[in-house]
């Protein structure tokens, strides 16, 4: 798939997921091995690494979304190079357990296979989520 504004169509579309909080619709958008990898330090934030598959990642987001409200999300730049796109995001994040509100960035590299996301990794702050759920 090489259609920037399919690959940039099936992003938006996560993105709206993952707000609405809703998993399965996010799961939909990636490949049935896709891999989501959060960029971190394992031993300093459990919830770094990566997870495979959709029923793995249905598991995760789920997790994720149940405890990470994301409020807003304003896309500051997007760059397609053939089947990869990378996204620059200012997000506002609520972690639900405590409703504790903050603003961070996010850049997301995606790649595509078959009209969907076969890889994510996503770099985010690990010190400020870390801070959140202390």
Known sequence: MGHREEM???I???YDARRD???EGLVTAFHPEGLFTLIGDKSALELTGSMQGHPTLRGAFGQL???FGFESREILAELVDG???AVH???DV???PT???SRTEILDLFRFQDGKIVELIEFADTAQIKAMIS
Request: charged content about 40%.
């Open 8 to 10: 940039l169509d099936v």
């Open 12 to 14: 938006r579309s996560a």
């Open 21 to 23: 909080g809703d998993v």
């Open 65 to 67: 979304i149940a405890d």
């Open 83 to 85: 089947d990869r796109v």
């Open 89 to 91: 995001s200012r997000v």
């Open 94 to 96: 609520r972690y639900r």
């Open 99 to 101: 409703g504790q509100t």
